[in-house]
């Protein structure tokens, strides 16, 4: 089965860093890029970036460029989100997708839910 | 952040058809392939119309997606109680360099 398994809910201050996962299983990890989209408590979806599990090229939105970084480790099919300093307004659900046919995201992960306070 | 610009909601009685709009510029819907996705309550965005009018394996015929000029439509037939949730329009921007959501419409089944 094809599939994106993020990590689980976290909970932290302001100022702490962060790195959510997202693995991938069932298929060639490193034949599609990986995008990331956050989704604010009772708000819509906003497009973060995405990145090339091959060569961690990436391709950041700029309302998140600077905000936060992107990496894989394609030894074990899992990409990456990183915080380096957590704000409040960071507080959201976070998903990872496999981009497949031309930008459409045909595969998500579950979710991490991300709680800064 | 959201370019793309959908009508907060719509409804239908079950088995009616319902329409969806999604307006873009020229940057965005005007040059490039249109994506639709649904979201069910505390669930992940499911892929429903890629390429403006193809379904994924899987999707029913029911729904389905055309694009014309800067503007897209995702139509939903034979309208279900569970399709009643929120559905979002996406695209990529030129000018933006990324990935645009629309503002999501949130279908009401009557």
């Known amino acids: 089965e094809v599939q994106l398994v993020q990590s689980g809910a976290e909970v932290k201050k302001p100022g702490e860093s962060l790195k959510i996962s997202c693995k991938g299983s069932?298929?060639?990890?490193?034949?599609?890029?990986i995008g990331w989209v956050r989704q604010m408590p009772g708000k819509g979806l906003e497009w973060m970036g995405i990145?090339?599990?091959?060569?961690?090229?990436?391709i950041y939105s700029p309302s998140f460029q600077g905000q936060v970084t992107m990496s894989t480790d394609k030894s074990i099919n899992t990409a990456y989100l990183h915080w380096s300093s957590l704000k409040a307004s960071d507080t959201a659900m976070y998903y990872c997708a496999r981009r497949w046919i031309s930008d459409a995201f045909d595969i998500w992960g579950q979710g991490t839910v991300v709680t800064v306070s | 952040q959201s370019v793309l610009t959908q009508s907060p909601s719509a409804s239908g009685t079950p088995g009616q058809r319902v329409t969806i709009s999604c307006y873009g510029t020229?940057?965005?819907?005007?040059?490039?392939?249109v994506y639709w996705y649904q979201q069910l309550p505390g669930t992940a965005p499911k892929l429903l119309i890629y390429?403006?009018?193809q379904r994924p394996s899987g999707i029913p015929d029911r729904f389905s997606g055309s694009k014309s000029g800067t503007s897209a439509s995702l139509a939903i037939s034979g309208l279900r109680s569970e399709d009643e949730t929120d559905y979002y329009c996406a695209a990529w921007d030129d000018s933006l360099r990324g990935y645009v959501f629309g503002t999501g419409t949130k279908v009401t089944v009557l």
């Open positions: 069932g298929y060639s990890f490193t034949s599609y890029w």
């Open positions: 990145i090339d599990p091959r060569d961690s090229d990436t």
């Open positions: 020229s940057s965005n819907i005007g040059s490039n392939y």
């Open positions: 390429r403006n009018n």
